[in-house]
């Protein structure tokens, strides 16, 4: 146990809908990171926050969105999804903004049917 | 930019078998490097790291060990079990990674066979 939560596990939606990812990171860690992981594009990272702001932007696309809010867990927004936003997304924290070791959650599988 | 190349997979192996994943990086500054494994159906999980050149990490009985002179981290494990069955994956993070905190090679799915 990593000490990341990612909620909800499994989540299938209809295309054109918008759903929300919740994160909790471990207790302590300021940095929230959201990544991406589909069969042909292997892990990518998305966006990243650090004590409640934005730090780091990756291939996030603007239908997606995300906050981290005061008490530190970090929410994925993903909205007008589309079929390839099927995906495993997994959200990390750590204790500083690089270098330190990333852990990451379970995950949530998203099927956009 | 900071990179992360990767053997390709699948590796099919015998249990007890020797193992090595290659993994060779590419980086500005000082980066310390990752091995992370993604059991089936299951998360990322931290295998081992390093944080500095010459160091070796190790775990459940991989070692890697950092190497500077030939930008290397290398994956190696004495004995395979069933159990090791993954998909691994090397990364590394830099002070001066940009915008990309966490970097990752493309994964190598590892399957041991009885």
């Known amino acids: 146990d990593s000490g990341v939560t990612q909620t909800p596990k499994h989540l299938i939606t209809a295309t054109g809908q918008r759903v929300t990812l919740r994160c909790s990171p471990r207790?302590?860690?300021?940095?929230v990171y959201w990544y991406q992981q589909s069969l042909d594009q292997g892990l990518q990272f998305l966006i990243q926050?650090?004590?409640?702001?934005?730090?780091a932007k990756g291939n996030i696309l603007e239908r997606f969105s995300a906050q981290q809010f005061p008490d530190l867990h970090s929410e994925l927004n993903l909205s007008s999804l589309e079929l390839g936003d099927s995906a495993l997304y997994f959200c990390?924290?750590?204790?500083?903004?690089?270098?330190?070791?990333?852990?990451f959650g379970e995950g949530s599988w998203l099927t956009v049917v | 930019g900071n990179s992360v190349t990767q053997m390709e997979g699948p590796v099919t192996l015998s249990e007890e078998a020797f193992l090595t994943i290659n993994c060779t990086y590419t980086?500005?500054?000082?980066?310390?490097l990752f091995w992370y494994v993604q059991y089936p159906g299951e998360g990322l999980q931290l295998l081992l790291k390093?944080?500095?050149?010459?160091d070796k990490g190790s775990n459940k009985g991989f070692e890697a060990t950092y190497r500077k002179e030939t930008t290397s981290f290398h994956l190696e494990k004495g004995s395979v079990q069933v159990s090791d069955s993954a998909v691994y994956f090397c990364?590394?993070?830099?002070?001066?990674?940009?915008?990309?905190?966490?970097?990752f090679g493309k994964g190598t799915r590892l399957s041991v066979i009885a």
């Open positions: 990390a924290s750590s204790k500083a903004t690089s270098g330190n070791t990333i852990y």
């Open positions: 207790s302590g860690d300021l940095s």
């Open positions: 926050y650090y004590n409640g702001e934005e730090r």
């Open positions: 980086a500005t500054g000082y980066p310390s």
């Open positions: 390093a944080t500095k050149a010459d």
């Open positions: 990364a590394l993070t830099a002070v001066n990674s940009g915008n990309t905190p966490l970097v």
